[in-house]
């Protein structure tokens, strides 16, 4: 179940700025590890201190707000990678690799071989197209 950080510091969702940091310093103060010797006040501790760092960011509150988390939406219950295709993508390549195709990674990093080499195979067959039609018998 996700973490309720209006919850932790006591406040509601339309709590300013200064509520939430009064929240906060009051909290810390109370639960701080040096002044508080519970065996569970360490724990507390970090979790009002988590609350606050999502709640005073206004990125990651605004990500909160909307999605739930923090850094935002989830895909899938991983984190988006920005690559596209996910954590699966590697088998593709490799399986690619093998019959002679290549990797998005490996055509950016080659550029101008992978450029030329595609050229020369198209200017070929089209080479060869132009003969075969220009060679072929004329039906009137």
Known sequence: M?????????????????????????????YHPDVNKDPDAHDKFKAIQ????????????????RYGSPEGPTYGGGSYSGDGYGEGSAQFEDLFRQFGGGSRTTSRTSGSKTCSAASSTKRSKRTSMRRSVSTSPSVN
């Open 50 to 65: 988590e609350a606050f760092d999502v709640l005073s960011d206004p990125d990651k509150k605004a990500n909160y707000d």
């Open 2 to 30: 996700a973490k309720n950080y209006y919850d932790m510091l006591g406040v509601s969702k339309q709590a300013s700025d200064q509520d939430i940091k009064r929240a906060y310093r009051k909290l810390a103060k109370q």
